[in-house]
Nanobody
């Protein structure tokens, strides 16, 4: 069982930066693939980024490549999402999620979810 708590969301102007954090409970954090997803009003939850257990492999949605960076600190049981050059279309509730096994892009395959943190980018 893993409990996830996101933080770091807020209001930022276009072109600005935010860093999201996701703190996980449990001693097996380093065993999990960690992902970030987002959901805007009226839209489905979509994949943003994911990182494998060691941090050696990362994957990004095309829409955020080159602007966002996912990382993890297994000693702190925390995964991060650094978001740069933010655009209004990045506005959404951002969720972190965890699963065992390999990185997958569909939210369906993630077993544990945080409560989400709101990111709003003004133009």
């Amino acid at each position: 069982q893993v409990q996830l708590v996101e933080s770091g969301g807020g209001l930022v102007q276009a072109g600005g930066s935010l860093r999201l954090s996701c703190a996980a409970s449990g001693r097996t954090f380093s065993s999990y693939v960690m992902g970030w997803f987002r959901q805007a009003p009226g839209k489905e939850r979509s994949f943003v980024a994911a990182i494998n257990w060691s941090g050696g492999s990362t994957y990004y949605a095309d829409s955020v490549k080159g602007r966002f960076a996912i990382s993890r600190d297994n000693a702190k049981n925390t995964v991060y999402l650094q978001m740069n050059s933010l655009k209004p279309e990045d506005s959404a509730v951002y969720y972190c999620a965890a699963r065992y096994g390999r990185i997958l892009y569909s939210a369906t395959y993630y077993d544990y979810w945080g409560q989400g943190t709101q990111v709003t980018v003004s133009s």
